[in-house]
Nanobody, 124 residues
Framework: QLQLVESGGGSVQAGGSLRLSCAVSGYNNRDNFMGWFRQAPGKEREGVAVINIGDGSPVYADSAEGRFTISQDNARNTVYLQMNSLKPEDTAMYYC?????????????????WGQGTQVTVSS
């Protein structure tokens, strides 16, 4: 059973940066994906960035491309999301997820395990 614990959220002004961390404990299928998703009030949860934990290859949503970077530290069993050039529309609760079942790697419905979330607020 995986446990995921996010940290690193906070409040920043537009143009600022934050780094989110997701610490993983328990068994993890190294042939699978982990990633970051977000949900703003009144909106559906959406994929931001995911990483193939076997080979480290990333996949980004259009909204994150060029501004966010997902990475992993295998020694620390941690996945990171570096977020630069933040915009007010990035304001949301950010969740870490693991273990893609099948299909679109950015579809939150395809993930088995979730953290509790960390809030990111970007002011203009």
């Amino acid at each position: 059973q995986l446990q995921l614990v996010e940290s690193g959220g906070g409040s920043v002004q537009a143009g600022g940066s934050l780094r989110l961390s997701c610490a993983v404990s328990g068994y993890n299928n190294r042939d699978n994906f982990m990633g970051w998703f977000r949900q703003a009030p009144g909106k559906e949860r959406e994929g931001v960035a995911v990483i193939n934990i076997g080979d480290g290859s990333p996949v980004y949503a259009d909204s994150a491309e060029g501004r966010f970077t997902i990475s992993q530290d295998n020694a620390r069993n941690t996945v990171y999301l570096q977020m630069n050039s933040l915009k007010p529309e990035d304001t949301a609760m950010y969740y870490c997820a693991a273990n893609l079942r099948v299909g679109n790697v950015l579809d939150p419905r395809q993930y088995n395990y979730w953290g509790q979330g960390t809030q990111v607020t970007v002011s203009s």
